[in-house]
């Protein structure tokens, strides 16, 4: 499109007369926005914008760490919220986006331990558990407007008024009393099962929290002794001293004559006893065909002991050593490792040993090697039937006796929630089959901390109290663990909204319209809440699951600090604007795939932004302030643009409609830039230069008409330069003075 010379044009706004600036717009319109309280729908209802009765459009954002900052993961997280959000908002519905931020437990309370020890050469052990969590608040309450203050730069239309934080006395108050009723229902018990143990942080971890690295590693073939008849693998040598049975495949025929035998053997100088038992979990193809069962180091071995009744002997403390008697006593689990390898080949007990690549689990906050342990932990049990008093989700009837795990498998096979991207629903489907219970205790300090205190009574047994308070008789002491932070965060879309208060909020907004996150938190949040409210309301937290994927480079590459490749959001919109970074964004992104983002394509939408900018100057000029009627006849040629123009927007709202924000934004990209910059507008500048002025007034309304429905449509995507060109509109153009609550467009 050429430019147009407006400098002698005195009615063009003063703005256009210069290129479009986003540093001068982007922290003006945001806070005009945020003045105008139109993101709370309470005042939307008040104001008019919104009918009392009008359909409901809610979900809540999945807290972003407290302590953390903007990324290209959370950009396109808020990104693709706040498009739907000022969608639904602009369609006239009761549109409600809940803000919040998350304590991230372990890895707040690891980020300044690490401090401390750094500045003072001292442990939290030193200090106090009160001194620890003083330091934790005051650094939190630091570094807590910083992602604050990003997520606003981002444009995200959330209610402020509503502002949670996981960690606050509303949420604190919720949790305790989520904590009570599932204790006082048999649902969370006190238990010896074996959880993941991180002996560098000394604490249990989250199956989230695990980072497996590929690491080179030996697999040892071999057998316990002489005489034993089986030969078995494993990378782990040092907790062979722990295993109490080999189990094959019952229908092993090289086995089958073992199964039943039981062995007495000195391994490494540790006396074990090996039972060869028979299990359908041995893949008889793999290996030898024999899996050596240490029940206290391994989930699956454990899983087999219940099945066979087995001892589980611990040969491995909490601090990664070994606790047997002989060679091993105190070694480290890596030094004991090549310990026990020599001592197969001083005694021709080895048969192979080969390199191979594993997949080693670390933790992700401390790179410590995680260890299965069995520890005496606060447990959820899923498979533990209770009576369900109220139900609203389909095919879960009221007053029916059902399971954790089998709620969460009905509340999706039933229809109560949807999975936008069908494999995310097979994948949670799986998974919720075989859930098993789920460990809720940490041993750190920062946190929600477990509601049970324990006193020895006068025959010296240990009595149990919870409550919402401590009990006041003298000798109890609170126990010291505190609640897995996935704990509060299932509770997330109803203890927002008041739970466990019967609030005019739950009762509007609950269950939520969407829940929006990435397909990496699938199990540990997305199913939590499933679970979680239809335990506590009886409801689903919400209708529809969209996940979004990874953001990788240009180059398909992860984003990591190692490769160098990051690209910080909040640095690309001071370059291009923040409307270039949102819509670069989502643009080519399919739910569930992974994304692309360059700093090419971040400028190619700058471009993008600009060229909007001049098509609203020129048609602006083209219409001079004319006063444009309501009604109008219009040209055929006229006709067949604004038909086509009403295509367009159905075509929009059918994508919406499928959650298909990226071919929504397509549409109106490849409709502005093509359509009515290279055609339309070529189009017209012949024809404003006619002396027939029914011919002018009938293009003159069509250009209007475009540009108006263009900025509707784009403003999701684009909130600050489309809401600044609005701005600049003269008033009989415009149904609202915030293009924010503009009428949607309508076929």
Known sequence: MNEINTENKPNVPEIFLKPYDPAEHEVKLYKMWENSGFFNPDVCVNKGVTSENAEVFSLVLPPPNVTGELHMGSALMLAIEDIMVRHARMNGKKTLWIPGTDSAAIATQARVEKDIQKNEKKTRHDLGREELLRRIDIFVEEKKNTILSQMRSIGASLDWSRYAYTMDKERYQAVMEAFVRMYNTGLIYRGNRIVNWDPKGQTTISDDEIVYEERKAKLYTFKYSQDFPIAIATTRLETKVGDTAVAVHPDDERYKQFIGQEYDVVFCDVPIHIKIVADESVEKDFGTGALGVTPAHSQIDWEIADRHNL?????????????????????KTTDAREEVANWLKENNLLINEEEINQNVSTAERTGGIVEPLPKLQWFI?????????????????????????????????????????????????????????????????????IPVWYKTNTEGKEE?????????????????????????????????????????DLKTYHPTTLIETGHDILFFWVARMIMMSGFFLGQVPFKTVYMHGLVRDGQGRKISKSLGNNIDPVDMAQKYGMDAVRISLVMGMTPGTDSKISEDKIRGYKHFANKLWNISRFTLTSLNNT?????????????????????????????????????AGETIYQYAWHRFADEIIEESKPILQSTDPQIVKSRQYVLKEILVTLLKLLHPFMPFVTEAIWQELPKPYKDSELLLVAKWPKQ
């Open 464 to 504: 149990i109290y919870c409550g919402l308070e401590a009990p006041q008789s003298e000798g109890w002491y609170q126990d010291p663990d505190v609640l897995d932070t996935w704990f509060s965060s299932a509770l997330w879309t109803f203890t927002t909204l008041g739970w466990p208060n019967q609030t005019t």
């Open 627 to 663: 006063d444009i009627p309501t009604t109008i006849e219009l040209k055929e040629a006229d006709k067949a643009i604004l038909s086509e123009l009403n295509a367009l927007t159905s075509a929009v709202e059918s994508h919406f409609a499928n959650y298909r924000v990226d071919l």
């Open 381 to 449: 049990d899923v498979d533990k039937k209770f009576t369900v008093p109220h139900s609203e989700i389909p095919s879960i009837d009221s007053n029916s006796e059902i399971s954790l795990k089998e709620l969460m498998e009905k509340a999706v096979t039933g229809g109560g929630v949807s999975f936008v991207t069908e494999r995310f629903e097979k994948t949670y489907l799986h998974w919720a089959k075989n859930l098993r219970p789920w460990c809720i205790s940490r041993q750190i300090w920062f946190g929600h901390r």
């Open 311 to 331: 001892p589980r002997p611990q040969v491995i403390n909490e601090y990664a050593k070994m606790t047997v008697a002989g060679r091993l006593n105190n070694l």
